[in-house]
């Protein structure tokens, strides 16, 4: 009779230095049992939940949070995604954002020698190359991560992003070719089959979050392959999230894996991609730039997860797209190439592009201050509608303001939606009502360029808690009016207001998380 061995969970353990550690979880172990057990001395004081001391944020993955006291971990911060490691156990696979370099943590990135053992030529400009890694197990990486290799024959070494999933044997890279780059040099001229490459990492915080909320994949040149290795984390899960990729390039001659991207769109039931060629004299289908190939479908009205990998400007580019279309994305996470300079004697003044220098990575997140200032603009204006409408309300009109309130209750349950859509729309209609009470037309549109319906739509459609407030105090306001309480009516509307963006604050704080339930 065999015997299973028990299941463990994988914890990422990203360190704000870049490196990212590994450590298998048991599950009745904690996280900082498990880090220590690995020699990963992550930050700890009191081991019982007492200090704070070890406070880190999960990213992605479920977890029981265990026991700890308020002043350790507020119930706010716990909301955010922060947790201790001291205490906390895993349900699932965990992303750990842990608030110290590695160093101090006493642990270094891994270091892996591997094997050449093929080369694709995709062009004059573009080369993949594929290395079997000594100990490949070993080798655990987040699709989207990057490692440092070390060009043969220098001291110098560049960053390269997976291309291959991080479940594929063999591991993959794209490279840009470009005249005075040390690895093109190497990959263009020297570079054989059965070649030792040696490898340091996996870093970056540039990867795939769990989930199922809408995903847009927008690749420059190489900054394709950490999206492949997204893609093929994707189709090694079998998922359905739906995800459209674009992929731009300078010329015809940068166009690649093209193929591969036919295969995924045909074994991903949600993938669909499209590409663009910014050269005019190019024979490709779409001339121009990624941000002529985004549609208003792709942003879901900013219902969406971006990832984008290229080079600066073509970040800055999207960025001002997204503000031009008046979209803010629920996660905008993105991985600019940073130049890496050619030698000082060589001939071209030029650097090599794509990730073979050093990358800068970064995340944008729906902003709850954005939030915050919309839903006090909307109390300041329902103050001034207030003060024309209050004693002044017929009794039709009475009856109408308590059917709007009854109707929005209607979809909460104490502090969760029943349906938080029908309550995005109910809840319109109750607060447009006493600004179309008004009969003041310039009043009623300044509230509606808030857009604060637009927000509560993006951000609360996948929503299921509520402030449990929220119900009663419509049911409030209206008792207010009905009483002619003008003193009453103004302290509802403004609790009403702190106890929307509490909601608020928490959608948004959970859309951040993405994590999958």
């Excluded at 990730?355 to 109390?379: K, N």
Aim: with cysteine.
């Amino acid at each position: 009779m065999s015997i299973q061995a028990a299941p463990t969970f994988q914890v990422a353990l990203s360190f704000e230095d870049g490196i990212t550690r590994f450590v298998e979880c048991n599950t009745d172990e904690t996280v900082a049992d498990a880090s220590y057990r690995a020699r990963i001395n992550i930050p700890l004081d009191c081991r019982d939940g007492a200090c704070g001391t070890c406070k880190s944020l999960c990213e992605s993955g479920t977890f029981d949070a265990g026991d700890y006291i308020e002043e350790a971990l507020t119930d706010d911060e716990a909301e955010q995604g922060y947790c201790l490691p001291c205490q906390m156990v895993p349900e699932s696979d965990l992303v750990l954002q842990i608030p110290t370099t590695s160093a101090v943590a006493k642990t270094t990135a891994g270091s892996y020698t591997s094997t050449i053992t093929e080369i694709i030529r995709h062009s004059d400009s573009t080369v993949g190359f594929t290395v079997a890694v000594d100990n490949r197990a070993d080798l655990v990486f987040l699709p989207g991560q990057y490692v440092n290799i070390l060009v043969p024959g220098t001291e110098a070494t560049r960053s390269y992003s997976f291309s291959s999933g991080p479940e594929v044997e063999s591991a993959s890279f794209l490279v840009k070719i470009t005249p005075g780059g040390l690895m093109s040099e190497y990959l263009s001229q020297r570079a054989q089959v059965g070649d030792t490459l040696e490898l340091t990492g996996p870093m970056g915080s540039f990867f795939l979050r769990s989930g199922q909320r809408r995903a847009l994949l927008l690749a420059g040149g190489t900054g394709l392959a950490p999206l492949l290795s997204i893609l093929e984390k994707m189709r090694t899960e079998s998922s359905t999230r739906p995800v459209h990729l674009v992929y731009g390039v300078s010329s015809d001659t940068d166009l690649v894996e093209l193929d591969k991207l036919h295969d995924y769109a045909e074994s991903l039931p949600q993938f669909t991609f499209d590409y663009c060629v910014s050269d005019p004299d190019s024979t490709a289908p779409n001339k121009g730039y990624v941000t002529g190939l985004i549609e208003p479908d792709h942003l879901d009205d900013g219902n969406v997860d971006v990832y984008l990998c290229g080079p600066p400007p073509m970040v800055e580019a999207v960025r001002l797209h997204f503000k031009d279309v008046s979209i803010t994305p629920t996660n905008f996470y993105f991985e600019k190439f940073n130049n890496a300079a050619a030698p000082a004697d060589s001939p071209a003044a030029s650097a090599e592009e794509s990730a073979a220098g050093t990358y800068e990575i970064g995340e944008e997140h729906l902003p709850v201050t954005e939030s915050d200032a919309q839903f006090d603009a909307r109390m300041a204006l329902e103050l001034g509608a207030m003060e024309l409408t209050i004693g002044r309300l017929t009794p039709a009109q009475l009856t109408e303001y308590r059917i709007l309130a009854e109707n929005s209750a209607a979809s909460i349950d104490r502090d969760h939606f029943t349906d938080a859509a029908a309550f995005t729309e109910t809840n319109a209609l109750f607060h447009d009502f006493l600004f179309r009470c008004t009969g003041n037309e310039v009043l009623l549109q300044a509230y509606h360029r808030l857009e604060v319906t637009q927000l509560m739509n993006r951000v609360l459609r996948t929503a299921d808690w509520v402030d449990e407030h929220v119900a009663e105090d419509h049911s409030r306001i209206v008792s207010a009016f009905e009483q002619n309480d003008r003193a009453a009516a103004r302290d509802l509307i403004v609790q009403h207001s702190e106890h929307a963006k509490s909601t608020m604050h928490r959608a948004i704080t959970d859309a951040r998380e993405s994590v999958a339930s």
